[in-house]
């Protein structure tokens, strides 16, 4: 019962996250750098201070779509970022770019969230409904349920890794990100604070998505214990 009030309580933190961080990024859409570059100049700069010379940049609709695609070799700006020049639009794509980078760089966390992305997705729904139907086996007194609640326990556990390695590599990519923003003087310096809190509202999505998987994770554990004593 108390990890059912853990899951709501969860639940309400992410929703007002979600909405600190829109509430975040519209303030600082808003505002001008201060400097002559756009996002996709930074991006560019950031490519040629590191290298980069086979990554295409690109517009995407709708807002908060910005992503690496390491597959694609592209880096998609959402409209409020793509050439834009506000402070939120540089600190985005300035993080993005910190993805490209450790790409390129072969940072080892980075490579082994890469690695965890189909499986991990896969796994989040397929684990739960494995281990829910090991549970009614168990109830139906079949020896083999607890195999296949053990299954889908380990199953689900490889989306929760996913999401525990997404955090330093969120974290990390907005470092590099504010590091070259510091550096390069994208954004003039008295609003570099106002990057750093777009940065710091979006990663702490990453954070509470990690904390949710570990909440469905011990979920599942208590509901092994309660089908174990039955
Ligand atoms: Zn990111």
């Known amino acids: 019962m108390q990890l059912y009030f853990l899951a709501l309580l969860v639940m309400v933190v992410s929703l007002v996250i979600q909405f600190w961080l829109k509430a975040t990024v519209s303030k600082w859409s808003k505002v001008s750098a201060g400097t002559r570059f756009t996002a996709n100049d930074a991006v560019r700069c950031m490519f040629r201070e590191n290298d980069i010379n086979n990554i295409e940049i690109l517009a995407k609709g709708g807002s908060l779509t910005d992503c690496y695609s390491p597959n694609e070799g592209r880096i998609y700006l959402s409209e409020p970022v793509y050439n834009q020049n506000s402070v939120a639009a540089i600190a985005v794509a300035a993080h993005e770019c910190g993805h490209a980078i450790q790409d390129k760089k072969g940072i080892a966390i980075y ?9 991990a997705g896969f796994c989040s729904q397929a684990g739960v409904y494995i281990a829910m139907v090991g549970l009614m086996l168990m109830g139906a007194g079949y020896l083999l349920g607890e195999s296949v609640l053990n299954f889908g326990i380990i199953m689900y556990m490889v989306t929760f890794l996913f999401y525990v390695a997404m955090v330093p590599v969120e974290i990390d990519a907005s470092r590099r990100g504010l590091k070259a923003i510091k550096e390069n003087g994208f954004i003039s310096e008295e609003y570099i604070g106002g990057a750093r809190s777009v940065l710091t509202a979006a990663g702490s999505t990453y954070v509470i998505s990690m904390v949710s998987a570990g909440v469905t994770l ?6 092994r214990g309660n089908g174990r004593r039955r």
């Open 111 to 119: 490579r082994f969230r890469q690695a965890l992305a189909v499986p």
């Open 218 to 223: 011990l979920r599942l554990l208590a509901m």
